[in-house]
């Protein structure tokens, strides 16, 4: 099992840039997939970007290709997001998830490990 931590949310003006980090816990992190989803009031969770267990494939949301970047360090039990050229519809939390696959996925559906959530604001 793997239990994850988000952390590097806040309040930003648009156009500007965070990283969010997501620290897993456990031994086999780099068994893991590991995605980034979003959730703005009102709305459904989204997908947002994936990355495999090795970090060989990375998949992006179309609203935020080009503007994020999803990568990881298995040495650190850790994936990030750098989010830049922010928006105020990116304003949303922020969930970061793992599954023990070596298949990437877009559907928060096949993910069993969720953390906690990060606030992201984006004010205008």
């Known amino acids: 099992q793997v239990q994850l931590v988000e952390s590097g949310g806040g309040l930003v003006q648009a156009g500007g840039s965070l990283r969010l980090s997501c620290a897993a816990s456990?031994?086999?992190?780099?068994?893991?997939?590991m995605c980034w989803f979003r959730q703005a009031p009102g709305k459904e969770r989204e997908f947002v970007a994936t990355?495999?267990?090795?970090?060989?494939?990375?998949y992006y949301a179309s609203s935020v290709k080009g503007r994020f970047t999803i990568s990881r360090d298995n040495a650190k039990n850790t994936v990030y997001l750098q989010m830049n050229s922010l928006k105020p519809e990116d304003t949303a939390v922020y969930f970061c998830?793992?599954?023990?696959?070596?298949?990437?996925?877009?559907?928060?559906?096949?993910?069993?490990?969720w953390g906690q959530g990060t606030q992201v604001t984006v004010s205008s």
């Open positions: 998830a793992a599954e023990n696959t070596r298949n990437t996925s877009s559907d928060p559906g096949n993910y069993n490990y």
């Open positions: 456990g031994r086999t992190f780099g068994n893991y997939a």
């Open positions: 990355i495999s267990w090795t970090g060989g494939a990375t």
